[in-house]
Structures are given as C-alpha cells and as structure tokens.
C-alpha cells in the first residue's frame, strides 16, 4: 500500500533521474509525475513552490546522498589503498601515498560508474548548477552549498592525513573541480580516459600538498 510519504519520495527520485540525464530546463512537472506513477495535483501538494521547489530538494537531497559517499570513499586518513594499475599513482612513505592512492581510486570508481551510466551525467547537482548559476538565484544557492558541504568533508579527510588549512581547503576544492570537470569532459567524448587522467591530476595535487606540508614542518 502506496503512502503519502512514498509518493513524495518517488517524485523527487523521478525528478533526480530525469535532471541528472536530460537537465533542469528540460525536465516539466507533467513529465516528472508520470515517471513518478503519482497524480498531477500532488507534486504541488508536496511542492507548492513548484519545480523551483522541488529543484531545490532534489539539490539538497543529492548532495546528501554524495557526501555520505564520499565518507565511504575517503574514510581515515590512514586507509591504505591500491590504486588500479593504469593509474601510476607515484609512492612515497606513510600518509601521503595513502592519501593519493585513496584519491585516485575514487575516480576509477567514478569512471566506471560515468560507463555503467553510459556517459550520462551520474550527478544532477552539476547539471543543476550549470543551468542556473546565473538565473535562479535559490537553486544557485542550493547547488552552491552543496559544493561547499562535499568540500568540507573531503578536506576533513585531508586534514586528518596531515593537510593543515588552508591547503586541505584548496586541495579539496581542487580535487572536486577535477572531478567535475572529467565528467563533462568524459561525456562529451564518451570515454572514460579523462577521468582516468584527472585520478592522476588529483593524485598529484595530494602529493604536493603534502610535501610541502613536510617541507613546513
């Protein structure tokens, strides 16, 4: 037996979906209900500020679920990870080798998901963000806090491993911006050799950021 509560949540799954592979723009309240299998009337029964509204939870409760994730993939600074061999994740001594390869094998596990997806966009908040950045201010904030959110708990894991801050701030949001950055890259040539190359790129940051924490100390 359907409840109240399962309707909400399939239409803001629905609506989830249908941002992440086709966008916001594109995406109407009509279409969202009936991949949602639930009357027309409630999505403004659960949503009465309408797409904008609903926009907004989809944001908050995707970027959620991300930052859940990204506590799975990065989980003490001391976890010790093999990277696949076809990133060549540079060794060292102690955490920072840690670090890198735990960085590095987060994006091997985005590439494959980016393929399992077949080059779909696998997270709306970035479809989101780049549809509105610039003309609704409330999804601009949504999105703009949910970046933030993932950039605190990844530099937590920094910090953890020896990053003071700023730097664990900085190599967090660099990390995050080359993830992204490979995602639209890899969908636009339906490869997944730009995430594979920022595993590297990210890598790289970890490691310098370390060493020059070293050289500080």
Do not use: N
Not at 4 to 24: M, P, S
Not at 132 to 157: I, K, N, Y
């Amino acid at each position: 037996m359907r409840t109240t509560g399962d309707t909400r949540q399939r239409i803001v799954t629905a609506a989830t979906e249908l941002f992440r592979r086709q966008g916001y723009a594109a995406s109407g309240m009509k279409q969202i209900v009936a991949a949602a299998d639930a009357p027309y009337g409630s999505a403004y029964h659960f949503f009465p500020g309408g797409k904008a509204q609903l926009g907004e939870e989809v944001v908050r409760t995707s970027g959620a679920a991300y930052l859940a994730l990204i506590a799975e993939l990065f989980p003490t600074a001391t976890a010790t990870a093999t990277a696949t061999e076809d990133v060549d994740v540079a060794t060292g001594p102690g955490t920072a080798t840690d670090m890198a390869a735990v960085t590095a094998d987060a994006f091997i596990a985005a590439a494959e998901t980016l393929r399992e997806l077949d080059f779909a966009d696998p997270c709306p908040i970035a479809t989101v963000a780049l549809e509105v950045a610039s003309t609704h201010e409330p999804l601009r904030l949504a999105t703009a806090e949910v970046f933030a959110s993932w950039t605190d708990g990844l530099a937590a894991f920094y910090r953890a491993g020896g990053i003071a801050e700023p730097a664990a701030h900085e190599t967090a949001s660099s990390v995050i911006a080359l993830l992204e950055g490979a995602f639209m890259l890899g969908r636009a040539a339906r490869s997944t050799d730009p995430v594979t190359a920022a595993a590297r790129a990210a890598a790289a940051v970890v490691r310098a950021a370390m060493s020059q924490e070293a050289e500080c100390a």
